[in-house]
């Protein structure tokens, strides 16, 4: 499938490694050039090596919205404006609803929803201009399960899901749409450092008794990228091997 997007430009942050990485070889492998913005100096390079020409990367670390700011004005003046924005970010640390501060809650909505709202509306007058415009957000399947361990990821992941609900309406008649990508399990360097090294155990928590694969998603994220995903808009795809207990 031809999915018209050669000499598109997306930006992915959180984009030298692991889903953000992914994503990022998907497009790249379609003809999209990708400027990928990362705070780590020897992630981008290995990344940009693995990905080739078609890739510009920035350093920044997207956990305030100050940071956020300056480097989304760095990528459209030296990269230029985008037509495909994939919002992506760490996750909070763990821990439960009343074992947290208000400090704590200050810093994961910072990160995890007030910058992230910068990242996702930054382009939208070029999109408009254009009558074109992908907005992918990479979150959590916490977004729909929330884990009672995970409460800063559940806050703040839930709130930027609300808004990008409104997002997607306010932009439907522009050519624009919003999504985003709630992941479960994959076989990323983060889930193996979690695991302490191994996690082929935690494939038992999904139905298809498999971890899911960065590639495959990626391909997913692709597709919503694409023309042909014009009628997909406003929704939170779970990609987790059927894992989450939910009916929506």
Known sequence: MDLHLTGKRALITGGSSGLGFATAAALVEEGVEVALVSRSTQKLKSAKERLGGLTQTFEADISNVDS???????????FGP????????????????????????????????????????????????????R?????????????????????????FTGYL??????????GITVNSLLPGLHLTDRLITLAGG?????????????????????????????????YITGQAITIDGGSTPNLL
Not at 72 to 77: F, P, T
Not at 202 to 223: H, I, M, N, Q
């Open 135 to 159: 907005i992918i957000a990479i979150t959590s399947l916490y977004v729909k399960a929330p884990a009672k361990n995970m409460a800063l990821s559940n806050t703040a992941r839930a709130g």
């Open 68 to 78: 956020t700011k300056e480097v989304l004005g760095r990528v459209h003046k030296e």
């Open 198 to 230: 191994d996690p082929s155990h935690r494939s038992k928590e999904t139905p298809t008794e498999k971890l899911g694969d960065p590639e495959s998603f990626g391909k997913v994220a692709a597709f919503l990228s694409s023309k042909w995903s014009w």
């Open 82 to 133: 985008v037509d495909i924005v994939v919002a992506n970010s760490g996750g909070p640390n763990p821990g439960t609803a009343s074992s947290k501060t208000t400090e704590e809650y200050r810093g994961a909505l910072e990160a995890n929803l007030l910058s992230q709202i910068e990242i996702a509306s930054y382009f939208i007058d070029y999109m408009k201009a254009n009558n074109f415009g």
């Open 165 to 174: 609900k409104s997002l997607a309406n306010e932009l439907a008649p522009f």
